[in-house]
Nanobody
Framework: QVRVLESGGGLVQTGGSLRLSCTTSGAIFSRSAMGWFRQPPTEEREFVAAIDLSGGTTYYGDSVRGRFVISRDSAKNTAYLQMNSLKPEDTANYYC?????????????????????WGQGTQVTVSS
């Protein structure tokens, strides 16, 4: 049973934009901070962005800050990752995850070990 579903990945040219979506159940979304992580080929999974339960606090990895924007829509039980000014080094499998109730501070939300529900990922490829 898929509890978190990502969509919106694809192939885009350098400088282009994509918007990823992450949909989950209301029961999960209503009690979870949401995060995006990515895993480039042959590398470890890394933090991209996170948003707290209220949507009022967001965090970004250094490599995407200023280019990516995370948001959430409670009416749709969906979190988004708007990715602008994409670079070839953004190429990766992007994962969405839910963090239910373990805190909304930076140290918690950047750490993938604090996320309890994960999607299967969506591939983003940026061509040069």
């Amino acid at each position: 049973q898929v509890r978190v579903l990502e969509s919106g990945g694809g192939l885009v040219q350098t400088g282009g934009s994509l918007r990823l979506s992450c949909t989950t159940s209301g029961a999960i979304f209503s009690r979870s901070a949401m995060g995006w992580f990515r895993q480039p080929p042959t590398e470890e999974r890394e933090f991209v962005a996170a948003i707290d339960l209220s949507g009022g606090t967001t965090y970004y990895g250094d490599s995407v800050r200023g280019r990516f924007v995370i948001s959430r829509d409670s009416a749709k039980n969906t979190a988004y990752l708007q990715m602008n000014s994409l670079k070839p080094e953004d190429t990766a499998n992007y994962y969405c995850a839910a963090n239910a109730g373990s805190g909304a501070d930076y140290e918690t939300l950047v750490n993938q070990r604090h996320y309890d529900t994960w999607g299967q990922g969506t591939q983003v490829t940026v061509s040069s």
